[in-house]
């Protein structure tokens, strides 16, 4: 379960570089940029600010608290490589589809 926790949170951290790093250059609306929306979402309880970003943020940290919490060692210090080629292959997809320069 760990291995399905760690994809989702590389799929999600390619969500988060592409909208702060391509916003404008994504399949995204340049309007979920965080550097837009810190001025045009309200804080939701005085707190926190509930737009796309953070949102995302909440639940790659939550993916990641349960991929270390759920984590079961399979082939002992070798996991660490499995972790590394999960997190890349996942990540590089995701950033491959939510990345597409506008002509």
Avoid: C, N, Q
């Amino acid at each position: 379960m760990s291995f399905v926790l760690l994809a989702i949170a590389a799929i999600i951290k390619a969500f988060l570089d592409t909208l702060v790093f391509r916003s404008g250059k994504s399949i995204f609306p340049e309007s979920w940029s965080p550097f837009k929306t810190y001025t045009t979402v309200p804080l939701t309880f005085g707190l926190v600010r509930l737009d796309a970003y953070h949102i995302a943020m909440y639940f790659f940290e939550f993916a990641i608290i349960g991929a270390i919490y759920l984590y079961k060692p399979i082939l002992s210090y070798a996991d660490i490589f499995i972790f590394l080629i999960i997190w890349g292959l996942f990540f590089e997809i995701a950033w491959r589809i939510f990345y597409k320069p506008k002509p």
